[in-house]
């Protein structure tokens, strides 16, 4: 009973926050992820139209750029930065580059970009356009949050890339993930399609609903899988 009303009480804390009606699809989704291996995904992107002026703009005791090797070293394996040395070094080694907020030459959070196929779960990868870059991995230490440096590091990454010659940047988000969800749309993110990846007995399947506009990406079979 205790277990009940604890999860009666997350149902409506959740639903103050997000409403009904998606904290229930949430639910759903929840238990189709627990019992059919099943896992739903957003698919969004931002462009220089979608680039919001106000995450440009410089925040006071913070620094943002492109990480160092310092930056990169400094999160590898360290509480609170959910960054491993084996993940690092595969990414730099595909050509991915990591985006950083600084404070006091220590990252507060960062975002990982690539222009290549990536692995966006086990045994399923990720491919989109050649002139995209994809955006991944991003993550803001708890003393930081609340200011919205994920936000401003997507944006600013983004930014970068576009001006550097790519013609947008595109994410991925489970579709349980209300806050991120909430989170990107802030940021100038438009979703373009989703997608549903059902993993059963080594096998993989996706079903894909996308905005004709912007129709050059999808999941595959990784090639790690047998």
């Known amino acids: 009973m205790a277990r009940l009303r604890e999860r ?10 997000f409403g009904f009606r998606r904290t229930l699809a949430m639910t759903g989704l929840a238990l189709a992820y627990k ?7 957003v698919v ?3 462009t220089e139209d979608g680039l919001r002026p106000e995450f440009r703009e410089e925040l006071e005791g913070y620094e943002f ?11 590898i394996d360290r509480p609170g930065y959910e960054m491993t040395e084996d993940f690092a070094q595969q990414a730099l080694s595909a050509g991915d580059r ?7 030459e220590v990252p507060a959070c960062y975002v990982w970009f690539s222009s290549r196929i990536t692995e966006a779960f086990p045994g399923v990868d990720f491919e989109f356009a ?3 870059a994809y955006a991944y991995s991003g993550y803001t230490l708890d003393d930081h949050r609340g200011r919205r440096l994920l936000g401003r590091v997507l944006t ?9 010659g790519k013609s947008q940047v595109i994410t991925i988000i489970e579709a349980r993930n209300l806050a991120s969800l909430a989170g990107t749309a802030v940021t100038g993110f438009e979703r373009i399609g989703h997608a549903w990846i059902l993993n059963s007995r080594r096998r993989f399947w996706s079903w894909h609903r996308r905005d004709p506009a912007h129709a050059n990406w ?4 990784g090639a790690g899988r047998g």
């Open 65 to 75: 750029r492109w990480a160092t090797d310092r930056d990169i070293a400094t999160c």
């Open 130 to 132: 050649t002139d995209w």
């Open 218 to 221: 999808g999941f595959r079979e």
């Open 44 to 46: 969004l992107v931002l």
């Open 98 to 104: 990591c985006y950083v907020v600084v404070s006091g």
């Open 8 to 17: 009666i009480a997350r149902f409506r804390s959740a639903s103050k926050r």
């Open 156 to 164: 600013r990454g983004a930014a970068d890339l576009i001006a550097g």
């Open 35 to 41: 019992y059919l291996d099943l896992t739903s995904i």
